[in-house]
């Protein structure tokens, strides 16, 4: 199931949480709790290994990387989500944008400072969302069945 990402942005986006199974953003709900490091920390440490790797043994393309046996089994069982802060970067919210709501069961509306705060979970025990096609996970919160997403100039 997709849903809109919109409102007070530059780019208005439909979201597919059915592929982010194969997103090497993606967080075992488990470990969330957990100190990780940044988005960004892991970003620059995969580009950095990427760049050593090709000055060592000479670039290589490979598109159709198979999933390792124990990401198989991990997307089998575990429960996962994906941060919301790097859609919301895509979207580019306006310099007037000043709120996030997450309409679901019931509706979520956060400061856009927050945002980065936010996990999507797409994912429980292996199986995908029934009452979907997300869950926003926020502070404490668990808001279910999140369909639509807007940016807000205002509450």
Not at 58 to 75: E, F, L, Q
Not at 89 to 111: C, D, M, R, W
Not at 124 to 145: E, H, M, N
Request: net charge negative.
């Amino acid at each position: 199931m997709i849903f809109p990402l919109d409102g007070a942005v530059r780019h208005a986006l439909t979201i597919d949480p059915t592929v982010w199974i194969f997103d090497d953003r993606k967080r075992n709900i488990d470990e969330l709790d957990r100190e990780a490091e940044s988005d960004h920390d892991a970003y620059y440490a995969k580009m950095g290994k990427a760049w050593d790797d090709g000055l060592t043994e000479g670039t290589r393309v490979d598109h159709n990387k198979p999933m390792s046996r124990a990401d198989k089994d991990a997307a089998l069982r575990d429960s996962f989500a994906m941060p919301f802060a790097p859609f919301l970067k895509n979207a580019e919210p306006l310099a007037s944008a000043t709120h996030v709501s997450f309409y679901g069961e019931t509706t979520l509306t956060i400061p856009l400072a927050d945002a980065a705060l936010v996990y999507l979970q797409f994912s429980k025990d292996g199986k995908v969302l029934t009452d979907g096609p997300v869950y926003v996970l926020y502070d404490d919160q668990c808001i279910r069945a999140v369909d639509h997403i807007v940016v807000r100039n205002e509450i």
